[in-house]
């Protein structure tokens, strides 16, 4: 059974920082492109991030260069480094992966960015 375990949410002020954590079990997914999505009330899920196995990541242009996606295919887990965050930047935020044209979801850490 696959499952990712997230970590690393909370409350910050505009400006600080946050690393998410999502340890993957059941799968190996190292061959596999493992991403970041967020949610905001009222809003679609968005991209956040994605890593691919070989290494090119992608970002979504309201996060480029203050967040930066990693990923350790040893410990199966993908990371995501959160600077310079802004009250915008409020969502729950999910860990994802595709095998074989599967997806497999985290359930959410949250992220509130506020004074």
């Known amino acids: 059974q696959v499952q990712f375990v997230e970590s690393g949410g909370g409350l910050v002020q505009p400006g600080g920082s946050l690393r998410l954590s999502c340890a993957a079990s059941?799968?190996?997914?190292?061959?596999?492109?493992m991403a970041w999505f967020r949610q905001a009330p009222g809003k679609q899920r968005e991209l956040v991030a994605r890593i691919f196995s070989g290494g090119t990541i992608v970002y979504t242009d309201s996060v480029r260069g203050r967040f930066t996606i990693s990923r350790d295919n040893a410990k199966n887990a993908v990371y995501l480094q959160m600077n310079s965050l802004k009250p915008e930047d409020t969502a729950l935020y999910y860990c994802q992966a595709v095998m074989a044209l599967r997806e497999y979801w985290g359930q959410g850490t949250q992220v509130t960015v506020s004074s």
């Open positions: 059941g799968r190996d997914f190292s061959g596999s492109p």
